[in-house]
């Protein structure tokens, strides 16, 4: 048991260490052309997210999803020794992205909890990569979810 | 199983199945994704490429079968404003393999004009791959 | 009666269903159910007070916990005070064999789930752990099952004499119900729910839907 809570510390101290701290600012340049293919291959078939002439063109709230990808974690957060696989996501809409638009994304590490594994831990990192527009206006919130399941000590 | 839309939140019933919706988990489709949204390599849209990597042929993405629940929503209230959308990636969308996406409303709030719905990407051999929830504003 | 001793609400961190919203939703389908066991991962929740829900939805809303072992993850029915202060409920790597210690001596019982499953199931790590003692029950129907883990768990119960119960592992309202337990007497209770179960009066009910 004493060595199972010493192994937790670990998570704790990332906790403490990463948890809302901002670690990455980037900027999008929205292309409607993009996010209307997206939306085709998806399934949608409304015209607001599928024609750029349609006065009320948007991109589907799940689009900003599309924008995470780069960075994942701080590049000071230790390596864990594990591979990341994508375990969810999730978004929180607030406003519409139009084409044309520049968004501002600034990511944060929202949650890390652990798992059991096969061989060992699996550590849930939860990033939010939150989302402005020109004006400052928060239109979105990215979540993504990212297993790792580290290799067994010893 | 429903096969109509629905304009307004009071013709929303609780328990009410939104309309089955087949997303098109081709190769052709994940091809397209990839050259003009993304994630275009080999485990996406390659099966030989992506049994290189240990799977079991071309996987669909997550941010693609995310896309396919937010598509079976609108689909069934053209109207609705997907204001909340989580999903859990289970085990992966195979690619060239059919999968059927279900939605059910599990929660009605007329106060806020919100309805939740639970939604399940299914494979041929009725295991769930992808399960989700999401909360989408009608009008009232 | 028929109980899922298997479900998540939102109180578990991958949950998405309140629990409220499994109530209405087991009447207006008809779910055959009478009630569920909520087996938050990790925890066990002292503070929610489901009685009036229960009451109101005419359901049997019991509450147990889904701890994590070297042999995968395990129910532990019959939660109390003394045996949540007897070991660490947060922890990812308890002995099996000391939980189900402490569930005897505390009146409860440790069930072992989806044991047929990859990683988190105990067929996983016979080769590894051996045969752990004091396992008498383990889930050999659960919702969340993918290719043949429900076979495996039940040739897993066949050869080892366990007997089987099943649940949904439900995280979302409308997977309640998938699979479940029948028990020939009334369940109202968490001790009746361990009582029955060490008689062994009970049977498991394959995915209904």
């Known amino acids: 048991m004493a060595e199972q809570e010493a192994v937790d510390e670990d998570i704790k101290d990332l906790r403490e260490r990463f948890l809302n701290r901002e670690f990455d600012e980037v900027t999008f340049e929205i292309d409607g052309s993009r996010f209307a293919e997206y939306a085709k291959v998806c399934g949608e078939t409304a015209p607001k997210f599928t024609d750029p002439s349609h006065p009320d063109f948007q991109a589907p709230p799940t689009f900003v999803s599309t924008l995470v990808g780069g960075r994942n974690t701080p590049p000071d957060f230790p390596n864990l020794g594990g591979m990341g696989m994508d375990a969810g996501k999730g978004v929180e809409w607030k406003a519409p992205v139009r084409d044309g638009a520049t968004l501002t994304g600034r990511s944060h590490l929202h949650d890390i909890y652990t798992k059991t594994g096969r061989s060992g831990r699996m550590v849930f990192l939860v990033t939010r990569m939150e989302l402005f527009d020109q004006e400052g206006t928060h239109i979105a919130n990215a979540d993504t979810r990212t297993v790792i399941r580290e290799r067994p000590r010893g | ?140 | 009666m028929i109980l899922d001793l298997h479900t998540h609400s939102i109180k578990s961190d991958d949950g998405r269903a309140k629990v409220q919203n499994y109530c209405q939703w087991i009447r207006t389908r008809n779910v055959p159910i009478d009630g569920f066991v909520l087996t938050e991962h990790r925890q066990f929740d002292f503070e929610s007070d489901y009685g009036e829900l229960a009451e109101r939805h005419d359901l049997v809303i019991l509450k147990g916990s889904e701890v994590e072992t070297e042999y995968g993850h395990v129910l532990v029915f019959g939660v109390t005070e003394p045996l949540y202060d007897a070991f660490d409920f947060t922890s990812i790597g308890l002995p099996l064999e000391a939980v189900i210690e402490h569930c005897d001596a505390h009146g409860a019982l440790a069930v072992p789930c989806h044991p047929g499953r990859p990683r988190v199931g105990m067929s996983a790590h016979l080769a590894e752990h051996g045969v752990p003692e004091g396992v008498r029950i383990v889930e050999i129907y659960n919702g969340g099952s993918r290719g043949g883990e429900d076979a495996v768990a039940a040739k897993m119960a066949e050869e080892l004499g366990y007997l089987g119960i099943g649940g949904s592992d439900s995280h979302i309202v409308s997977h309640i119900g998938r699979c479940a337990t029948e028990f020939p007497d009334p369940v109202t209770t968490e001790a009746e729910l361990v009582q029955a179960l060490k008689a062994g009066r009970f049977e498991a009910i394959p995915r209904q839907h």
């Not at chain 2, 304009?7 to 994940?30: C, H, M, Q, W, Y």
């Not at chain 2, 053209?78 to 279900?102: G, K, L, M, N, S």
Request: proline letters at 6%; aromatic letters at 6%; a negative charge.
């Open chain 2, 1 to 140: 199983m429903a096969d109509t839309t629905v304009k307004t939140i009071a013709e929303v019933e609780f328990g009410g199945e939104l309309p089955t919706f087949a997303p098109d988990t081709s190769i052709e489709a994940t091809r397209r994704f990839g050259k003009h949204v993304g994630w275009n390599t080999p485990r996406f849209t390659d099966h030989e490429g992506a049994r290189k990597e240990g799977l079991p042929g071309a996987i669909v993405p997550g941010v693609m079968s995310q896309g396919f629940l937010g598509a079976m929503i609108h689909r069934w209230a053209p109207d609705a404003e997907i204001v909340a959308i989580d999903t859990v990636f289970r085990a992966p969308v195979q690619v060239d393999h059919p999968h059927t996406i279900t939605g059910v409303v599990t929660d009605i709030d007329e106060d806020e004009g919100t309805v939740e719905i639970d939604i399940t990407i299914t494979n041929e051999a009725g295991e769930n791959r992808v399960f989700g929830t999401a909360t989408a504003k009608l009008p009232t």
